[in-house]
């Protein structure tokens, strides 16, 4: 039997960036990767977690609700407000969270199950059916989550809803497997084909996800793959060329479509709130040129018989 209840730390209707037409998006927690560049650090664990905004405290002298609750010692103050919440000693109790009259503390994540989803997705169905969207379940890396992922999936094509499922692709075959059925159209990256370099990046090597992309297309799924373009990371000419020998040879070029996406410093206040440090912090980049660079690369990808893209949205 399948897993009826996930963890889910974000829903975001009417998306269009994540598959074809108009889109409910799921985003689960958990993921085997930490890429320096990631926005979503709050889908790392896999489980509910407290962030911390401390400038939404209304001071310990006004409140000191979250101190007064737990029982582990783990609220730091500094000047009167909340500073951080030390994760050594934090048991993810949410205590402090169900305390806090004014969002100083955010609950990142939250279980649901197939049918609280559904609730949400059904209420979109008439959108799905105009322009040809559906349901997409994204991370973190959902497939950490199969079995709720696939009975989900599964409601969803019983109701003739399109399915998409973003992953990393860092994950065992089985795993993959338990989805397939129920699953129209997949969405993964090639990071960089160097697997020591990958390593450095995202904590993991790039072995097991380029076995599972070849197996992908051996099956003949339908494959989006996107490359996160970062400076000085994987935007040379080496990797590009070896990215673009990688889809030709071992995918056959059988790829829908290669999307882009440019570097952006994205989702530093939840590294913050986290007290997780922001890898990237020191990369600075003229947003001009660089996306000239992009565009540029999506050129090259072009003129070898590649369908390329810059950004997410879908485009024939």
Same mark, same amino acid.
């Given at each position: 039997?399948?897993?009826?209840?996930?963890?889910?730390?974000?829903?975001?209707?009417?998306?269009?960036?994540?598959?074809?037409?108009?889109?409910?998006?799921?985003?689960?927690?958990?993921?085997?990767?930490?890429?320096?560049?990631?926005?979503?650090?709050?889908?790392?664990?896999?489980?509910?977690?407290?962030?911390?905004?401390?400038?939404?405290?209304?001071?310990?002298?006004?409140?000191?609700?979250?101190?007064?609750?737990?029982?582990?010692?783990?609220?730091?103050?500094?000047?009167?407000?909340?500073?951080?919440?030390?994760?050594?000693?934090?048991?993810?109790?949410?205590?402090?969270?169900?305390?806090c009259p004014s969002d100083a503390?955010?609950?990142? =994540?939250?279980?649901?199950?197939?049918?609280?989803?559904?609730?949400?997705?059904?209420?979109?169905?008439?959108?799905?059916?105009?322009? =040809?969207?559906?349901?997409?379940?994204?991370?973190?890396?959902?497939?950490?989550?199969?079995?709720?992922?696939?009975?989900?999936?599964?409601?969803?094509?019983?109701?003739?809803? #399109?399915?998409?499922?973003?992953?990393?692709? #860092?994950?065992?075959?089985?795993?993959?497997?338990?989805?397939?059925?129920?699953?129209?159209?997949?969405?993964?990256?090639?990071?960089h084909m160097d697997s020591n370099?990958?390593?450095?990046?995202?904590?993991?090597?790039?072995?097991?996800?380029?076995?599972?992309?070849?197996?992908?297309?051996?099956?003949?799924?339908?494959?989006?793959?996107?490359?996160?373009?970062?400076?000085?990371?994987?935007?040379?000419?080496?990797?590009?060329?070896?990215?673009?020998?990688?889809?030709?040879?071992?995918?056959?070029?059988?790829?829908?479509?290669?999307?882009?996406?440019?570097?952006?410093?994205?989702?530093?206040?939840?590294?913050?709130?986290?007290?997780?440090?922001? =890898?990237?912090?020191?990369?600075?980049?003229?947003?001009?040129?660089?996306?000239?660079?992009?565009?540029?690369?999506?050129?090259?990808?072009?003129?070898?018989?590649?369908?390329?893209?810059?950004?997410?949205?879908?485009?024939?």
């Amino acid at each position: 039997m399948l897993a009826t209840q996930g963890i889910v730390f974000n829903i975001q209707r009417y998306t269009i960036h994540d598959g074809p037409g108009l889109r409910t998006e799921l985003f689960l927690k958990g993921c085997p990767l930490r890429c320096q560049w990631c926005s979503n650090p709050e889908s790392w664990i896999k489980k509910i977690q407290p962030g911390v905004y401390k400038t939404k405290c209304i001071s310990k002298s006004n409140c000191g609700a979250c101190e007064e609750i737990c029982e582990e010692n783990a609220i730091n103050f500094y000047r009167g407000k909340i500073q951080s919440i030390d994760r050594e000693k934090c048991t993810n109790c949410m205590k402090c969270y169900d305390e806090c009259p004014s969002d100083a503390v955010k609950r990142w =994540g939250e279980t649901m199950s197939v049918e609280d989803c559904m609730k949400i997705i059904m209420k979109d169905k008439g959108f799905y059916e105009h322009s =040809g969207g559906g349901v997409t379940v994204s991370g973190g890396e959902p497939l950490l989550q199969s079995d709720f992922v696939a009975e989900l999936f599964k409601v969803c094509k019983e109701k003739e809803i #399109h399915t998409c499922c973003e992953s990393t692709m #860092h994950a065992p075959w089985k795993e993959i497997e338990k989805i397939l059925p129920y699953t129209d159209l997949l969405i993964s990256d090639l990071k960089h084909m160097d697997s020591n370099i990958h390593k450095k990046y995202t904590g993991v090597g790039n072995e097991l996800i380029l076995k599972n992309l070849k197996n992908l297309i051996t099956q003949g799924r339908e494959l989006i793959l996107r490359i996160p373009v970062i400076p000085n990371v994987n935007d040379n000419e080496e990797n590009i060329k070896a990215s673009a020998d990688f889809i030709l040879n071992e995918l056959d070029g059988k790829v829908r479509t290669l999307q882009l996406l440019s570097f952006m410093r994205l989702g530093e206040e939840k590294y913050t709130s986290l007290g997780i440090p922001y =890898g990237m912090k020191d990369v600075k980049i003229n947003r001009k040129i660089f996306q000239k660079h992009v565009e540029e690369i999506a050129e090259y990808f072009n003129s070898r018989g590649i369908h390329c893209l810059v950004g997410t949205k879908e485009k024939e």
